[in-house]
Each structure stands twice: as C-alpha cells, then as structure tokens.
C-alpha cells in the first residue's frame, strides 16, 4: 500500500500534476472565485509568455 502510494505521488511530481485533493477542492469552491483564480494563472501565463518573447528577441535578433 505504502509502496503503491509513494509511485502514485513521484509520478505527479514526474508530471507536474496537481494532487487530486487540489482538484477537488477547486471544484467546491465558489464559482466567482474559480473565475478569481483562473484570471491570476491566466495574468502569470500571458506575463511568462511576453518575457519569453522578449528574452528570444534579444538573444537571436539582438546580436
């Protein structure tokens, strides 16, 4: 059991996969606040994808 457990958790980790109570627990919770958090991760995305555009720009076409 312990065994089995312990290769369930290294593989979310393996992953990246959130644990299964997160995911329960985003689904009760209220829906202004699942909107709430979905635009943060969406703002934090959007931010990571404009840096990784400008860090590509300087280093292939800056030079």
Same mark, same amino acid.
């Not at 644990?19 to 995305?45: D, N, Y």
């Not at 400008?54 to 292939?60: C, D, L, Q, R, S």
């Given at each position: 059991?312990?065994?089995?457990?312990?290769?369930?958790?290294?593989?979310?980790? $393996?992953?990246?996969?959130?644990?299964?109570? /997160?995911?329960?627990?985003?689904?009760? =919770?209220?829906?202004?606040?699942?909107?709430?958090?979905?635009?943060?991760?969406? $703002?934090?995305?959007?931010?990571?994808?404009? /840096?990784?555009?400008?860090?590509?720009? =300087?280093?292939?076409?800056?030079?």
């Amino acid at each position: 059991m312990s065994q089995n457990l312990t290769q369930k958790k290294i593989l979310q980790a $393996v992953n990246l996969a959130p644990s299964e109570s /997160l995911v329960e627990k985003l689904v009760e =919770i209220h829906p202004m606040k699942q909107v709430f958090w979905a635009s943060i991760i969406q $703002v934090c995305v959007f931010g990571f994808m404009l /840096l990784a555009f400008f860090t590509i720009n =300087i280093t292939y076409l800056g030079s």
